[in-house]
T-cell receptor, first 112, second 111 residues
Framework: DAGVTQSPTHLIKTRGQQVTLRCSPK?????VSWYQQALGQGPQFIFQ???????QRGNFPDRFSGHQFPNYSSELNVNALLLGDSALYLC???????????FGEGSWLTVV | EDQVTQSPEALRLQEGESSSLNCSYT??????LFWYRQDPGKGPEFLFT???AGEEKEKERLKATLTKKESFLHITAPKPEDSATYLC????????????FGAGTRLAVHP
């Protein structure tokens, strides 16, 4: 049983560019959340998707957007990249609310 | 404001030296408290979920407990392979499945 899978693993982008990160949830899971983790910090909630709709959003600007597909996979898009967007981006999946939440290995984004 | 605080920030132990990590929280309507282990450069690995005060869960050398205001992760006779960052997160009413994380405790176990 595959867990949460994310791609790409690492990427380097230039300030002002756009990036798309992808996530496939654990088999049977229907809810996908995205988190940003800066070095030495705990993960910060970006937003959550359920039934292809954004259900809740954290304190992140509109440059951060996402999408969930009918097969429950998800994308995170970040526009107009800033140096401060450099972080580990984590995808988490669960079945509904209040159940165990599993994380992927993350996508390391470096903005230069 | 909903908040999770972990202490200590870093902990160095000798192999076999037991200790405890603390996670204190201030949220309205706790629905669950999660413990994760994170190795450098990797995603968080699920360890435990605790739902109500007084609940305890164990896994190998780890034991997690929960009170109304804090949780402890007890590590008994740790080994070097237990070295990692341990993250605590809370899930609260009205938060759907949003987790609020602490900054973590970096544990180093030396032989």
């Amino acid at each position: 049983d595959a867990g949460v899978t994310q791609s790409p693993t690492h990427l380097i982008k230039t300030r002002g560019q756009q990036v798309t990160l992808r996530c496939s949830p654990k088999s049977g899971h229907d809810t996908v959340s995205w988190y940003q983790q800066a070095l030495g910090q705990g993960p910060q909630f970006i937003f959550q998707y359920y039934e292809e709709e954004e259900r809740q959003r954290g304190n992140f600007p509109d440059r951060f957007s996402g999408h969930q597909f009918p097969n429950y996979s998800s994308e995170l898009n970040v526009n107009a990249l800033l140096l401060g967007d450099s972080a580990l981006y984590l995808c988490a999946s669960s079945l509904g609310q209040g159940n165990t939440i599993y994380f992927g290995e993350g996508s390391w984004l470096t903005v230069v | 404001e909903d908040q999770v605080t972990q202490s200590p920030e870093a902990l160095r132990l000798q192999e076999g030296e037991s200790s405890s990590l603390n996670c204190s929280y201030t949220v309205s309507g706790l629905r669950g408290l999660f413990w994760y282990r994170q190795d450098p450069g990797k995603g968080p690995e699920f360890l435990f979920t605790l739902y109500s005060a007084g609940e305890e869960k164990e896994k190998e050398r780890l034991k997690a407990t929960l009170t109304k205001k804090e949780s402890f992760l007890h590590i008994t006779a740790p080994k070097p392979e237990d070295s990692a960052t341990y993250l605590c997160a809370v899930h609260f009413s009205g938060g759907y499945n949003k987790l609020i994380f602490g900054a973590g405790t970096r544990l180093a176990v030396h032989p």
